[in-house]
């Protein structure tokens, strides 16, 4: 049974550039939210994608966008990279509005320098 | 915006002694749920209140939903090393139903 996969796991980008981050769900759930964790702190939400469709945002600039494609899988994508915008970037799917908890992936670790 | 505080940020503990952590929302939830991050790792969902005064028990581990839906606590009795992790809360609200995470509780369990 397959959980989240994120993709990839370590990142080093430069000030200015862009990134784009990978996540597949699990087997069974068909939405997918992002959250970013700053060292120290707790899971920040970034946006949520269910039908392919952004369904809410966190506080989060333009910078941040994201897609959903039709086999639940989700990019998230961060554009004019910030040193601020280092951190642990987390996938997290569940089935449904609802869904009982999320599972998480391990995580994309990316460093702006 | 909705938001979930939690306390205490660190906790040391000596092994065999209990440990409480103690969220709040500024908002009615939906519910709540729980996850454990070790040192690491990615958070690993533990469970999910729903009910007002809700309690449940996952072996040396005690969650409590208030009867308000805006508090939660999670207790567990004789730590052991294992315990060693930071403790989320998350609290579920809103038309969408967003998950919104407290700061967490990064217990320490001394041998």
């Known amino acids: 049974d397959a959980g989240v996969t994120q993709s990839p796991t370590h990142l080093i980008k430069t000030r200015g550039q862009q990134v784009t981050l990978r996540c597949s769900p699990k087997?069974?759930?068909?939405?997918v939210s992002w959250y970013q964790q700053a060292l120290g702190q707790g899971p920040q939400f970034i946006f949520q994608?269910?039908?392919?469709?952004?369904?809410q945002r966190g506080n989060f600039p333009d910078r941040f966008s994201g897609h959903q494609f039709p086999n639940y899988s989700s990019e998230l994508n961060v554009n004019a990279l910030l040193l601020g915008d280092s951190a642990l970037y987390l996938c997290a799917s569940s089935y449904g509005a609802l869904g009982y908890g999320y599972t998480f992936g391990s995580g994309t670790r990316l460093t702006v320098v | 915006g909705q938001q979930v505080m939690q306390i205490p940020q660190y906790q040391h503990v000596q092994e065999g002694e209990d440990f409480t952590t103690y969220c709040n929302s500024s908002t009615t939830l939906s519910n709540i749920q729980w996850y454990k991050q070790r040192p690491g790792g990615h958070p690993v969902f533990l469970i999910q209140?729903?009910?007002?005064?809700e309690v449940k028990k996952q072996k040396r581990l005690t969650f409590q939903f208030g009867e308000a839906k805006k508090n939660s606590s999670l207790h567990i009795t004789a730590t052991q090393t294992t315990d060693v992790g930071t403790y989320f809360c998350?609290?579920?609200?809103?038309?969408?139903?967003?998950?919104?995470f407290g700061i967490g509780t990064k217990l320490q369990v001394i041998p």
């Open positions: 994608y269910y039908e392919e469709e952004e369904r």
């Open positions: 209140l729903v009910k007002s005064g």
């Open positions: 087997s069974g759930h068909d939405t």
């Open positions: 998350a609290g579920q609200s809103g038309g969408y139903q967003k998950v919104t």
